[in-house]
Every structure is written in structure tokens, then in C-alpha cells.
């Protein structure tokens, strides 16, 4: 009797639900919680604060003390955590405290692109005074930053200068012991500028020397042509190459195959 | 376990009168098992949807010849495609419509015939279930002396085993046909000089200037910034023969770093000028080119297979499947400020080779 009552009640719950019911319930669940997170990230990467000042050396003195000397010290002298920041420059504070990886979250192998801290007056405020201490790399003037220069040759360039770490679409790519190249896509004309005179963490410089004013503005021109011309060959991917194409076609492609052979032998209903 | 009337034992009686007195053979050292596992036959046969509601098997004719229309109107319109979305030049999104939507139709096409045709298959055409034997390898005694027969025919009528001297000559026309195409391929090395030497030695030699890839500009030292990395080939190469062949060995990454980070051995104390160190960009491994370069840990890293070298200490390998440290090209500088090498590399450069040493 009761064998029998449990088989019914079996039988009832495998009437009542679809086989691909659980699949579709854990693809729900995945999806609302990713979207729940991104919309909180994207709200976390709007709260900024609103504090409008007069860009002035007293004032980045003042910021730089309240948010930086204690790491980079009082004279930007630097400590045991810490560079000197002395000669580095305003390009060096543009890029560093405007991609937001000044100030730094935690100490580690390398300080990643996070939501930007301060406004862009305060950032400015900031350079004027790291470089009216000692001069340094100037921020960028606007005629190098326009993106209209020649990108074959800026394409060029970036190969033999560039993709071995930024990946040649400038996707970005690994190097030792947890560091990293980051992509270069969405990164502003003056921020890629500024990274390429200033050196920052494990990059090297390319000087004027080495990469003239022009051959940067031709650098850009290429970047910026790759983020908004179409790509041919359809969904890139990532561009990160073998591995992210490779992993695609072993699971969907090979998956897709799987799944047709198993409906073709499959006894119809 | 469910048994079908007319199951194994049948079958096996069929096969065993249909050849046996072939099957009598000795075993030899096999293991009869005589426990082998009885034949379990078919599962009982279970009707189709099709087979038993009339309404459902109209479903899937429908079905079918649906997928086969849906076949013609994508192959229609992969043709209407290729019209409508035209390849412009000079405009890469009409490239990527054009490939879309043709691919879309002849997807369309074939997988509407296939899907259709599998679909016809297993839910509309007669459904019962039937074996088919195996024939046995072993042919008949006759066709077996036939085919003895047939050797020896052929043997006797073209005299194969009694005409040794054609015999022989044709298999030493045999043997000598493949010799041109060794030949041949050994030509492909360069003609008149010794491979061994041609990977010894680059288009370095002593007093070329470095200069940078791949506008040719010499490099003064003075260009060469703390934190510099240049990718650097010697001068005057896009005026050499093999061009490519020569960058390909002579590729060179020049670094500056501070002077009391290098720790040099005293026999290379003079190959570097003031900080600044010049490195085969050839990786010791498999070739691929080693550029990626860390500014503050001073470590080279290989992306094809991970090797990293320490800049510091001559290139030392520290990590990976390289077996030696990159080639260093000793440096100097010349009256006008320019990066000139002292030699060309002491060592040869890239992966290994036999005779190598």
C-alpha cells in the first residue's frame, strides 16, 4: 500500500514537472543574480562625490596630503610601500588617479582599473601640485589626442611595440606571477598617452626618443579604429585568441555535435 | 529482464548451421568461455506516437515537409541575400552582412533537409527492429583458391618470377625514385653555404649601430631613458638581401635599467653601457620572440610557453622550458653617442640545433 502511494506520488511529481525544469530553474537563478550584481557595480560606480573646486596648487597640497601622503609621504618622498612621486609628473597623476587606480584598494602584485575617486577638478588639482614639486611628462596637448593620425602606421608600431603584452586587438593579456597587461579598449586618448610617457607599474617607457609625439597620435589612431570599426569575422570573442575561440568551439561546437548524434540515434517518442 | 519471443537462441541456432563447419577451427590458446553471456535479444517493441494516434503522425508529416520548405525559402534566400547585401569595398560591415545573412540562408537550406530527413526517418517510416549479421572475415575455400589461382596466372603469364632481370629492374627503378625528391629538399637550405654557420652568426658585427624597428633611426644612448625598452634590428637591414631571414635572427630588445641593479659577471662587465643592455629577443626555446618586458621586477617573459628570464643576471632562465639564458649582445657607444655593437652574439642565437654548442 504504502510502495504503492509513494510510486503514485513519484509519478505525479514527473507529470507535474518538465524534464529541463531544474535546468531552467538554475539559468534563472544565474541570471538574476548576475544582473542584480552588475546593476549594484554600475549604481557603486555612480556614487561620486560632487565637490567642485578651483583647480590650484594649494588645493591639490591639501588632497594629495588628505589621500596620498600616507603612502608617498609629505615631500612625495615615498616610504617602503610606496614610489617617490618626485618627477613623475602630471601625466603620471592624470593616468593613475584618473583611471582610478590611485588611490590604491590594497596592497598587491599590481593596483587594477577601478571607479574613478575624485572629480576631474580635484584630479587636475592634484597633477598641478605632484608637478609643481619637481617637473615631470606634461598632460598630453590635445593635437596628439585627436585620433586622426595615420593607422596603418600606428597599427605597426603597436605590434612591434606594444602587442607583445596588450594582445595585438589590444585586448590584454598575462605576464609573471599574477600581473597583468590590461586591454586597452574604452581606455581614453590621453590616458594611453600619458601610460606610454609615464611608464606606469611594470610598463616600460616609450619616450619621445623612441616613439615620437606623432608615432603616439598614429598608436591611438590604430587603438581607436579597432574599439569602433565592425569586426569582420563576427563575434570576436574577446579577441584573447586560441584560447577563448578554442574553448567556444569545444563546448558548443563539439556540444552541438554531441547533442545532434544523440537525437539521431534517440528511439522517436 | 525482459525476453522477446523470438530472441537469441534462434538467431544463435541460425548462425551456427548457416557456417558450421567453418567455425570448427581449435581455438588455439583463446579462453572458451562457456559462461559467455547469453544474447538478451530485443526489448519489447514499443508503438510510436505516430504508430498509434493518427493526429500525431499528421503532426509530424507536417513537421517534415515544413523543414523541407523552410530548406527552399533558405536557399532562396541565401541567392536574395547575396543581392541585396553587396560586399563594398572600403566598408567592412557590408562584408560582415553579406557573410551573415548568406550563411544564415544556406544554414537554413541544409539543416532544413537534414533535420527534415532524420525527422521523416525515425517518426513516420516503418519501425521494427531487425539484425543484421556479420559475414564472416574467412571467405570460402573456393574463393580462397581463386584467388591463389588468380596469383599464380598472373605470375605465369607476365613471367614476374621467372624474368629476374625485369624484376630486378623494376624494383630498383622503385628503390631510385624517391632519391631526386631528397635532393630536392636538401636544396631548399641555402645553396653553397653551411646551414651550421648561417645560425651561428646574425647581421651583427662589431661597430653596426642599434637601431629601431622598424624605421631603421639609429639610437643614441641618450634616447635611452631609466625604464626604456627598445625593440631595436641592426642598421642598414632593410638594405639586405633576406631581409627577413636576417631580422628574423638579429631582433634584439634593448633595456635601461639602474646600473647597481644588474649584477654582471666580471667577463661581461663591458657589454652593457651604463645601464643599458641589449638581449637577443629570440627565445632559447622554440624561437618565439621574448619581449615582454617588466620594468620593475626586470623579468622577460616568453608568452608562447612561459619561460621568463632575469634581466638582471644575464637573462638567467627563472621560470619555463628554456634551457638557456638569451644571447647578450655586448654594446658600446660610438664618438657621435650612437649604440653600436662590440660583435655580433658570442653564441648563437634562438633554439637549439645539433651542432650547436
Redesign the interface.
Known sequence: MFTKKKRQDSAAKRGRRHPLANVALIAIGLIATGGAYAGISSATAQTESTVVSQASVEDGEKLFQANCATCHGFNLEGSDEAPSLIGVGAAAVDFQVGTGRMPMQAHNVQAPEKPVQFTDDQISSLAEYVASVAPGPAIPEEQYLDADGDAANGAELFRINCAMCHNVAGAGGALTEGKYAPSLMGVSEAHIYEAMITAPQNMPVFNDMNLSPEDKRDIITALKFMENEVSVGGHPLSSLGPVAEGLFIWIFGLGSIIAVTVWITAKSN | MAHDDNSGAELAAAASSDHGPENNVSTGTAVVANDAVENPGFPPH?Q???DLNPKKERTAERTVYTLFYLSIIGSVWAIAAYMLFPIEPEN??S??LN??FIGVGVALALLGIGIGA?HWA??LMA?HETIDERHPVRGTDETRARAVEIFETANEESGFGRRTLIRNSLLGALVAFPLPAVVLFRGLAPEGQDPVALLNETAWEAGTRLA???SGVP??A??????????VIPEGLSEMDHMLEEKAKAIVLL?RLKPEDLNEREDRKGWSYDGIVAYSKVCTHVGC?V???????H?L?C?CHQS?FDVTNHCAVI?GPAARPLPQLPIAVDDEGYLIAQSDFQEAVGPSFWERH
Open positions: 514499443r510510436r506516437v505516430t567592412l560591415l562584408v560582415r557573410n551573415l532524420v525515425k517518426a519501425d629601431r624597428d622598424p639610437i643614441k641618450s634616447d635611452v631613458t631609466l625604464g626604456s625598452a627598445f625593440h633595456m620572440p619581449a615582454l618586458y617588466e620594468q620593475q621586477t623579468h617573459l608568452p621568463q621560470f
